[in-house]
């Protein structure tokens, strides 16, 4: 292709870009109750925990069905998790992870 | 107002003690892992796209334009498929809904910051730059314009690029990522920098609700309206189940 896909590019950045900025420019944020604040604070930890566990344990065959498929990344991703929460260390819970899966892959459990 | 934002965002469990140095510390060490995950899926991404017949101006466009790696990697397999624009445009604005939540959840920290610099930030706002910044900003207490810069920039922006760049060219010589692990680290570290935002009960309700309804709504209908509807729903849960706390 020569270029053409730079106006496709253009479009759907031009669609994504609102659900970045809406919110972020949107004025009254000041001025938001209590109650709504303390949702939008719930959020980030829910939306990170929801996009994680997608990612974790859902395939989606070349039909488009999803299913639940519970494979090595579970436990490394597990892993990850119990070690940022007792050390507060992502890095190192991030090399558990990436060493747990890899491992079991190069010796076949996986 | 002042007040009661910050009762209403506490910090991360015991940090607000930390100086901005070792805050941008610890976020460029939790920066470490993401980086290699971008850069791995920018490789992927790149090779993709040669393999798809885009020309390399196209893939950075895509890099570069959109900056979100679903939606990117979807269009490849549209293109391919000789599939309207319209139908891809849709899609990418489906796909990308999440980051609508990121916004929001962003903008009580970054009221103060001025608009055109607001409407900047939204512009390189991932998953990543997302769970990063808001980390940091709970460890220091308050919001840090530079280390959202570092988060997103750092983290995702400069690597997704340079990688797409690297995978177009040289992508086909790498094996395949899954072999080193690296399909691990992008779960791993969306679940742990969720841990590292849990600061009481009701987090924890909100967090396992959002799970398990995600993972119900990604099996009955889309795996991306479940991160969206996951992340909407898991609040209200958590709101309604466990009465205000005291932070700290």
Redesign the interface.
Known sequence: ??????G??????A???P????????PG??R?P??V??????????????????????V?DASGR???HFG??LP??VL??AI??WR????L???A??????LS?AVGLA | MRRQLREDVPPLTGATSLGIAEARRRLIADMAGIVVSSGAFGIVFGLAAERAGYSIAEAVAMSTIVFAGASQFAAVGLVAAATPWPAIVLLTGFLNARHLLYSAALAPWLRRVPRLERAAMAYVLTDEAFALSLAHFRRLGRVDVGGYWIAAIGSTFIPWNVATVVGFLVGGSIGAPERFGIDVVFPAAMAGLSVGLIAGRREIVAVAAAIVVALVVAVAWDPHAAIVIGGLVGPLIGLALVSAERPG
């Open positions: 292709m020569n270029g053409g896909l730079i496709l590019a253009i479009l759907m950045g669609v994504t870009y659900w970045r900025a809406l919110p972020l420019l949107a944020v000041e938001l209590p109650l604040l303390a949702y939008l604070r719930l959020v980030g930890p829910a939306v990170l925990a929801a996009l994680a566990a997608v990612n974790t344990v859902v989606t999803a299913s639940l090595i990344v490394a991703v990850c998790v940022v929460a507060r260390n992502l890095f819970g991030l090399l992870g990436v060493g747990l899966a890899a892959r």
